[in-house]
């Protein structure tokens, strides 16, 4: 066979398998159902959706009958309340009988059970604002709000938890309740060049109060702070309310005491400021403090020291048994047996003016069903 008759009937062979391939691996006309989505049979005579078949009984429902179910309710009958007596040298005053105390809630006088001298280990959130606006890298500022940091962790014991917030238009967590000081020293290293100018101070006040309320124990939240909120996404009410429901002790100490100091003419907002932080310190048993030079620092760590390590802790039965979720005011007393205020001296017998750090109420429990 000549060479150009076998080069096409070899040409001719492999067409043929070619097809016979092609017809192999092509597309199917029936290829069954996909899994996207099945295909319809196409006898629909029975099918689910036929208005004569009855519908099939589902196990889900929207309103599914449990039966009877029955109810609880809560039944909180005692409170207990910490309380800090200090003199007029911010120190802790022992020794003072329990019949001398005198709790008013809405103005009722309350039966107290007992009150226990405590001292336990602290749970600290250190809250700091870290913005632009104040905190450039090396400013005056700056350098105060690292002082006062690093100084005040070296003050706490090995037992104590503590946790590191930073805000300014964000609030963000740098550091969770710990014990262990390298977590805490490598949070306040990273507070080295604020990013933003804004100061949200409201919003990181209320939601780290909201997140330690379920804390038992000896708990504060140290706010070092301007005191001047720029772009909260609540109000000064809002958070007020807020933090009174919490039941979570505030310390604040505020910047800039110096050079407002020497300032011809201080800004209104930083008074503003200043009522707002003793506003939150008074009503959730805390203390404000506006130091003007280092030297104050040590003093004031150890007034907060004072204050929520030793505390008396009264217990007392609430007369108002109702619940359902109010605010009650509480206001706690020293008084004679007579009744009246209670008088203190001295070893020189010279009369002590004292005063008394509580929390300004509390927010009754709702009725569960």
Avoid: C
């Avoid at 199917?28 to 689910?48: N, S, Y």
């Avoid at 005053?93 to 405590?118: M, S, T, Y």
């Avoid at 262990?180 to 101070?201: C, F, G």
């Avoid at 620092?297 to 008396?312: A, H």
Wanted: hydrophobic letters at 35%.
């Amino acid at each position: 066979m000549q060479p150009y008759k076998l080069a096409l009937f070899g040409a001719a062979l492999v067409a043929a398998a070619g097809l016979t391939l092609a017809q192999e691996q092509g597309p199917l006309k029936d290829p069954g159902q996909t899994v996207a989505k099945p295909r319809k049979p196409a006898d629909t005579t029975g099918a689910p959706d036929d208005p004569n078949l009855p519908k099939i009984p589902s196990q889900y429902k929207k309103q599914p009958d449990l039966g009877k179910i029955p109810n609880y309710q809560t039944d909180v009958e005692e409170v207990t309340l910490d309380v800090a007596v200090l003199d007029n040298k911010n120190q802790f005053v022992p020794g003072i009988p329990a019949k001398n105390f005198r709790v008013l809630e809405d103005n009722v006088p309350q039966q107290i059970k007992k009150v226990d001298l405590g001292q336990a280990p602290m749970t600290i959130a250190l809250v700091v604002e870290f913005s632009q606006k104040f905190q450039q890298l090396y400013s005056y500022a700056w350098f105060q709000t690292q002082q006062l940091m690093w100084g005040f962790v070296s003050t706490l014991k090995p037992e104590d938890y503590v946790a590191v917030v930073a805000y300014d238009m964000h609030t963000e967590i740098l550091s969770d309740f710990s014990t262990d000081r390298t977590k805490t020293q490598e949070a306040l290293s990273r507070m080295q060049i604020p990013a933003w100018r804004e100061a949200n101070m409201f919003d990181a006040l209320t939601e780290t109060a909201d997140r330690m309320s379920g804390i038992e124990g000896r708990k504060a939240i140290l706010l070092i702070t301007t005191g001047i909120d720029t772009f909260s996404k609540i109000t000064y009410d809002k958070a007020r309310k807020s933090l009174q429901e919490a039941g979570v002790p505030i310390y604040t100490i505020s910047l800039l005491g110096l050079q407002r100091e020497m300032a011809m003419n201080e800004p209104i907002e930083f008074l503003q400021a200043d009522n707002e932080l003793k506003t939150f310190s008074k009503e959730t048993g805390g203390q404000s403090f506006f130091p003007k030079f280092m030297g104050e620092y040590g003093g004031i760590f150890g007034q907060i020291q004072q204050s929520l390590r030793n505390q008396y802790v009264i217990t007392y039965a609430p007369s108002n048994k109702a619940h359902d979720g109010t605010f009650r005011k509480l206001k706690v007393e020293l008084v004679n047996e007579e009744g009246k205020p209670l008088a203190m001296k001295d070893e020189k017998n010279k009369p002590i003016k004292y005063t008394i750090i509580a929390k300004s109420g509390y927010k009754a429990p709702r009725a569960v069903e």
